[in-house]
């Protein structure tokens, strides 16, 4: 069964710095990658969809890559601002459903 | 990206009686929508993916006659809640797919009292 773990848990920086969050899945036969932001009390916002044969995708300060082999992903949030503060989830998909980490939950102080 | 409606946001019922979650797709059809449960600071869990037309296929220890769901059109999805317990309090996400990528809904928080 695939699980998928995100570190760290939680992760408090300045407001300006460049981070890094991290995810990693234990089969690496998926069908894509997404990674999402859950602001509390709220649903999932979509923030990049990496396919299988993908490496990167990129969206304004967000970069997302995939090493499938590896089986991990790592969000780069650049110069990071407080508006960023949120939980991030990342999800591997299977051909039928997906799999969810536990979250990093962001920080950004001003 | 394409736009998932969930309502209500939240809801407050009385233990004991049964409560229907909406989720809709505004703007693409959806054959297949996903339920998940959240508990506090905790991943999403999946409940059941819901099929237009079929039944749900529930993941195992999910009560399908507790949770029922109904698929009844392409943008509609439905999930009811049946004589709720405490315990069903939670936070209820609904996702739809559309190509390769996964839209979710705002999430209904229930509390059961």
Redesign the interface.
Known sequence: KQEVTQIPAALSVPEGENLVLNCSFTDSAI??L?W?RQDP??????LL?I?SSQREQTSGRLNASLDKSSGRSTLYIAASQPGDSATY?C?V?DF???Y????TKLNVKP | GAVVSQHPSRVICKSGTSVKIECRSLDFQATTMFWYRQFPKQSLMLMATSNEGSKATYEQGVEKDKFLINHASLTLSTLTVTSAHPEDSSFYICSAQTGPEAFFGQGTRLTVV
Request: no cysteine; proline share 0%; charged share 15%.
């Open positions: 069908y894509n997404q999402f009390g709220k649903g999932l916002t979509s969809l396919q989830l999800a998909k039928n459903k997906f969810f980490g536990s979250g």
